[in-house]
Nanobody, 118 residues
Framework: VQLQASGGGLVQAGGSLRLSCVGS??????MGWYRQAPGKQRELVAD???????NYADSVKGRFTISRDNAKSTVYLQMNSLKPEDTSVYYC???????????????WGQGTQVTVSS
């Protein structure tokens, strides 16, 4: 089971980027994006359930949109109106409950760097 993230890069303030994260090896219940800036704790950016319910950090509401394609086990993060403070390493995350045991499992993708210049 693994996640493969892509789509980071360098963009000017006010610009847009789209992150993608493709999962394999399992069906996932919740998928999401976190970010971690140097010297700071990893924080939730947005997550989405398999039924499409979403949750956003206050700092990105109205600018970022999370979506997913369950058939492709893929989660996306459309980031608009980017600000320098959005600069961070972005990580995708997936959680699921193992059928039969009820065990909750979680995996992380490799990070992808997003840099927003002022």
């Amino acid at each position: 089971v693994q996640l493969q993230a892509s789509g980071g890069g360098l963009v000017q303030a006010g610009g847009s980027l789209r992150l993608s994260c493709v999962g394999s090896g399992s069906a996932f219940d919740d998928m999401g994006w976190y970010r971690q800036a140097p010297g700071k704790q990893r924080e939730l950016v947005a997550d989405i359930t398999s039924l499409g319910s979403t949750n956003y950090a206050d700092s990105v509401k109205g600018r970022f949109t999370i979506s997913r394609d369950n058939a492709k086990s893929t989660v996306y993060l459309q980031m608009n109106s980017l600000k320098p403070e959005d600069t961070s390493v972005y990580y995708c995350n997936a959680r699921w409950v193992v059928a039969g045991t009820g065990e909750l499992l979680e995996i992380w993708g490799q990070g992808t760097q997003v840099t927003v210049s002022s």
